[in-house]
């Protein structure tokens, strides 16, 4: 009776000859066990005051803030491309930012405006949110301050506020990256009672202390008004178990998806978590890793598209469903091309 081969049992060689499957590119698609396509990408963009304004961000090359107008014309952009969803980030007003981030509820707020426009405009693409206190913070941190300390429970309080202005704006996909404790839940109730009841929430539920995040608190002008770390709410780069106990929490408190923060450096994380719970998961290809990546190809030491690829398969060799990236409209011009 022959055996039956198990699972990952090779031929010995010559035989087995692992070359043969990469001996030309149409064997090599047959092969491949994963693809990146357009509706992977979720593009962040930057949203400033003003009218036909854009302003280039020094520490992201080939990145800009743009006006509502201008965010809508990305939207349309996006759209036309393929890409399925943007994600809005504001340049707040130094003016407006106060100790009790009143103007983050404000459903006239630079990032409500921006959801509405584009929905009108543009009301296929899928709008996402950021859910967190540091744009409209006088001291530059996610939650409120008080006597030093980033209060917890005050804080899931206000983003209630925040995330129900987002609700009432249009937005399709709410996007909690404060990490405070029990903030899932409290959001998931209030947009329930609101009815709301298809309100997608993408969790930052594995968001790291990191430093690969300077480029991003530059374009959202948080960089000079942060006082301390974030360490004690962001997650220790050291820690991994952590992030499962924080993924289950936030799955029981209604999260819909899940989101690594950064990326490139932690897709460990997203390969743990798309095995353990079988969730969308995501990951956040941020400000840092994009800058490297520029400055390298811009310096002439990595071929660009190619780096770009190649980190975007990265994460869904991970396990990610999709990914937020700066390259989205560059990698969605590239995939149309081949």
């Known amino acids: 009776m022959s055996r ?15 070359r043969r499957t990469r001996s030309s590119g149409a064997l090599r698609d047959l092969v491949r066990e994963n693809t990146l396509t357009v509706a992977d990408l979720i593009w962040p963009v930057f949203v400033v005051e003003g009218e036909n304004v854009e302003q ?43 100790e009790t981030c009143e103007e983050a509820w404000n459903p006239d707020n630079l990032s409500n405006r921006a959801i509405r426009a584009i929905k009108a405009a543009v009301p ?5 949110t950021d859910i967190a206190l540091d744009p409209y913070n006088a ?3 996610d939650g409120i301050v008080r006597d030093g300390e980033i209060v917890n429970d005050e804080t899931v309080e206000a983003l209630v506020k925040m995330a129900l202005a987002q609700a009432e704006a249009g937005a399709d996909i709410l996007g909690p990256s404060d990490m405070m404790d029990g903030r899932i839940g409290a959001i998931r109730t209030a947009i329930e009672a609101a009815g709301y009841h298809n309100l997608t929430i993408m969790s930052y539920t594995a ?18 008004a942060l006082k301390g770390d974030k360490k004690t709410y962001q997650m220790d780069p050291a820690n991994s178990d952590e992030a499962m106990r924080l993924v289950e929490r ?26 353990s719970f079988g969730v969308p998961t995501f990951a956040y290809q941020v400000s840092g890793e994009y800058a490297m ?34 390259f989205a409209p560059r990698m969605a011009r590239l995939l149309s091309e081949s």
């Open 139 to 141: 001291n530059g941190h």
């Open 250 to 275: 936030d799955l029981q408190e209604g999260a819909d998806m899940i989101m690594v923060k950064p990326g490139m450096p932690y897709l460990d994380i997203c390969r743990r978590v798309k095995d």
């Open 293 to 326: 990546l520029m400055a390298a190809s811009q310096n002439g030491w990595l071929d660009g598209d190619k780096v770009m690829a190649e980190s975007l398969m990265a994460f869904k060799r991970a396990g990610c469903d999709g990914i937020l990236t700066y």
């Open 56 to 98: 280039q961000i020094p520490s992201m090359p080939g990145v800009t803030r743009k006006s509502v107008d201008l965010v809508v014309e990305a939207a349309r952009e996006a759209h036309a491309l393929g890409i399925p969803a943007i994600c809005i980030f504001p340049y707040t007003d130094p003016a407006l930012k106060t």
């Open 207 to 224: 968001k790291y202390a990191s430093a690969f995040y300077g480029p991003f608190r530059d374009a959202v002008g948080a960089s000079g």
């Open 124 to 128: 296929g693409i899928a709008v996402m």
């Open 4 to 18: 039956i081969p198990q699972p990952n049992t090779v031929a010995p060689f010559p035989a087995t000859r692992l």
